[in-house]
């Protein structure tokens, strides 16, 4: 017998690990010649895909990059078609409280549009979005369900309705009864400046927010009604087990979870509220200076000066509204990405990974 043979049989040797005989739970071992390597394995799982996945890929993966495709269209034309503009301009394009595109030289200035879309849009979201999740947590949480459905078939009519239809009912009934109200904020709150009143006509600033609210009222309610239904049964028979009340149980488990789904909800609003124009144009009388109080009528917006002078513009004024067009493009990007930004921060608290 040789020396190999008495070492093999030796009792006293240990085994040798498994490791170093390249068994199955060596992450490291060597590649047994005859069997299949990781490249082969890869391409067997790309041939093993089905045609119409792959298909399905290439659909949704063109449609991905085509979206950003228009996207840079867009930019692109926005851009060039206002350094045409901007490049002529005499005034300071941003701070300027004029806009006569007609004068020779030129001279406009987006200060009035940028307060006035920004100043009615944060007063839209502060009516709206307050109501909106009320509207959703008593459809989902607290109505009956004989009443949960017709509300909400209602409230989706709502978000059907065109914007003209909305202007042309803020003209002819929201703001013939406003003088009551405005005339309430006035002895109240006059003193802030904010709600000061001249018994001016009431085609304000306030007036476009409240029109606003009403508008994008429907979308931020559907929108937090779905995400207020995907809330986990077992969280809510979890708080309530415990003892909570039905408002402890929205508070504790409703709202963290669905924070996310409510914030998107409110940027879909928001995305509406800066871009609206029919509307705007119908209950608001514009001027291009800046008022301290929300109730005396002036001011402007980005969609309302758009369509208001588009059709009588001349070629050099229409560059110069799609200048405006730009500031109003970059503002919109801004927003959905601060959107995101909360989103991302926020969404380890909103339940969705348990």
Partial sequence: MDTSTKKSQNPAEPPPPPSARGGPGDPIAPHTPGAPGTAELKRAARGATRPGDRIFLTLTRGSGILLLAIMAAIAVFLTYRASLAISEDEANFLTAFEWNTNLIPPKFGIAVLAFGTVVSSV????????????????????APRRLSGPIAYVVDLLAAVPSIVYGLWGALILVPHLDGLFGWLDDYLGWTGIFSWDQGAPRSMLTVG???????????????????????????????????????????????????????ASMLGLGRAL??????????SPDFDIHASLLNPGGGTFAQNIASKFNEATEFGRDALIASGLVLFVITLLVNGAARAIIARRKEYSGANA
């Fill in 123 to 142: 007063v839209a979201m502060v009516l709206a979005v307050p109501v909106a999740v009320a509207i959703a947590l008593f459809i989902t949480h607290y």
């Fill in 210 to 264: 409240i029109l606003l609210a009403i508008m994008i009222l429907p979308i931020i309610t559907n929108v937090s009604r779905e995400v207020f239904r995907q809330v986990p049964q077992m969280h809510q028979e979890a708080a309530l087990a415990l003892g909570a009340t039905r408002w402890e149980v929205v508070r504790m488990a409703v709202l963290p979870f669905g924070r996310s789904g409510v914030i998107s």
């Fill in 275 to 284: 871009g609206e124009t029919m509307a705007v144009a119908t209950v608001l």
